[in-house]
């Protein structure tokens, strides 16, 4: 049996993507003209960098939550916004002028009330001469509407690896199945066994016939600094697709070329509707130049085999 060019894309663009791709907590994004939960934190994180540079420890501690907690990179414990204000008070006097870059890679939500910075931060002395690298993780919660820093952890310099970039992707490790009335797509995803990657094994079956098979990979790409996968299906298509994490999850960009030749693009937006579930929506999708409707289907984790 084969398939149409616009099933084919359906697939390469949503439904295989899907399931081998780290869906966290993803909803439609928000209208530009409303204020996220990301903005208030981006907002908040260079508000403390801006005091950071300023040499105010009162301004900077008022970030923190009132029992709030800093930990540097010798592993000292720095618990209170009153102790948190004092430990840069004393570094200011000591390194006035001292001025603080941070490079946030990664802002993930953990519920509503709760979101996980990564990132480096790099200081340098009054006369930006010495410079300091360490990576850190800042822990956000939200009170009564307020976002403040719940902990903050300095780490040594080295950066994480490509195994540590995917590990909010995890829970996706498993199997996992969409069916309907026409097909049925089920997955497999485990980690590559040097755990740089999420692999995907997926197969396409129509009227208890298969159709299509593939994989898919998921890994860290450095010169863009975000997750990209790579799929590539038996008919000979293949394609490639960028994530971006928003308030409520990711956000896929994909393109793809098609076993007859031509091309397409789309955007897949995922959004976890329980502990073994989640919805997927398809859309801007463009297939050799023509517009595709709008598709949303819900994919579940398969039961595990009860064993006789």
Not at 42 to 51: D, H, L, N
Not at 111 to 137: F, H, K, Q, W
Not at 171 to 179: N, Q, R, S
Request: proline share 3%; glycine share 8%; net charge negative.
């Amino acid at each position: 049996m084969k398939l149409s060019r616009q099933a084919i894309s359906t697939i390469i663009f949503g439904l295989t993507c899907c399931v081998s791709s780290a869906i966290v907590r993803a909803d439609v994004a928000k209208s530009n003209s409303k204020s996220t939960p990301t903005d208030a934190i981006v907002k908040s994180i260079k508000s403390f960098a801006a005091a950071f540079n300023a040499g105010d420890a009162k301004k900077l501690a008022a970030h923190f939550a009132e029992d709030g907690e800093y930990v540097d990179d010798a592993g000292t414990l720095f618990k209170g916004r009153v102790n948190i204000e004092e430990e840069f008070a004393a570094f200011f006097k000591v390194f006035p002028g001292a001025n603080l870059a941070v490079d946030v890679e990664q802002l993930r939500f953990v519920g509503d009330s709760m979101a996980i910075e990564e990132g480096t931060a790099a200081v340098t002395d009054a006369a930006n001469e010495s410079v300091t690298l360490s990576r850190y993780t800042v822990v956000h919660v939200r009170k009564k509407n307020h976002w403040q820093i719940a902990s903050a952890r300095d780490h040594d310099s080295e950066p994480a690896s490509n195994h540590d970039r995917l590990k909010s992707l995890e829970w996706l490790v498993g199997d996992w199945i969409d069916e309907s009335h026409e097909s049925t797509i089920e997955t497999s995803i485990r980690w590559s066994k040097d755990g740089n990657f999420l692999i995907s094994q997926f197969r396409v079956s129509m009227t208890g016939v298969r159709v299509m098979s593939g994989t898919q990979r998921m890994g860290w790409d450095p010169q863009q600094q975000q997750i990209r996968s790579w799929i590539f299906d038996s008919e000979g298509g293949f394609g490639t697709g960028l994530w971006t994490e928003t308030d409520a999850g990711w956000i896929v960009k994909s393109t793809a070329v098609l076993p007859d030749g031509s091309s397409g693009s789309g955007t897949s937006t995922y959004a976890r509707t329980g502990t073994d579930s989640f919805r997927l929506t398809l859309s801007q999708r463009i297939v050799a130049g023509s517009p595709r409707d709008n598709v949303s289907v819900v994919v579940v984790r398969k039961p595990p085999v009860v064993q006789q």
